[in-house]
């Protein structure tokens, strides 16, 4: 869009100066033979500006297009790189993260068995001692309630 009014204001200002360089012309007062040669002089100097002013702006043009097509170039190569190293540096985290969680659970695992382990043991001589002292009170309510005889 810029190129486009760059070019209309080139244009524009083109016309412009030939027309006020006519105008100029033909106001002055001269005769018919010298107001010719001042219009054909005129018309050269204007060609010759505008042939050198067109050449001057497509030169421009090209180094401003070559310029931007570099840069876009280095800032898509370094966008692709950090891009690269982004990905590598979160795939590697999330493989830490991953082992660190199969550690901590195969951890929790083992200590919640141990503690479970414990706590049967626990339970189960306690259940035994319960059980003994019943078979114990019983035994002795037997002997105590038998007939004589």
């Known amino acids: 869009m810029a190129d486009t009014n760059s070019k209309d204001f080139l244009i524009g200002t083109l016309i412009g100066g030939i027309a006020g360089a ?59 790189e950090n891009s690269n190293e982004f990905y590598d540096k979160v795939k590697t985290a999330a493989a830490d993260a991953a082992g660190n969680v199969k550690q901590d659970t195969e951890k929790t695992a083992d200590e919640l068995a141990d503690e479970l382990t414990e706590e049967l043991e ?16 019983l035994q002795s309510n037997i002997n105590n309630n038998k007939p004589s005889n």
Not at 53 to 69: E, I, L, N, P, R
Not at 123 to 137: L, T
Request: with cysteine.
């Open 122 to 137: 626990h339970a189960d001589s306690e259940q035994s001692s319960k059980i003994k002292s019943e078979v114990e009170k």
């Open 22 to 80: 006519c105008a100029a012309l033909l106001l002055a007062p001269k005769s018919g033979s010298e107001l010719r040669t001042d219009i054909t002089d005129s018309t050269k100097s204007a060609t010759s500006k505008t042939s050198d002013f067109t050449t001057t702006a497509y030169d421009k043009g090209s180094q401003w297009a070559s310029s931007a097509k570099e840069k876009s170039s280095t800032i898509a190569k370094s966008v692709s």
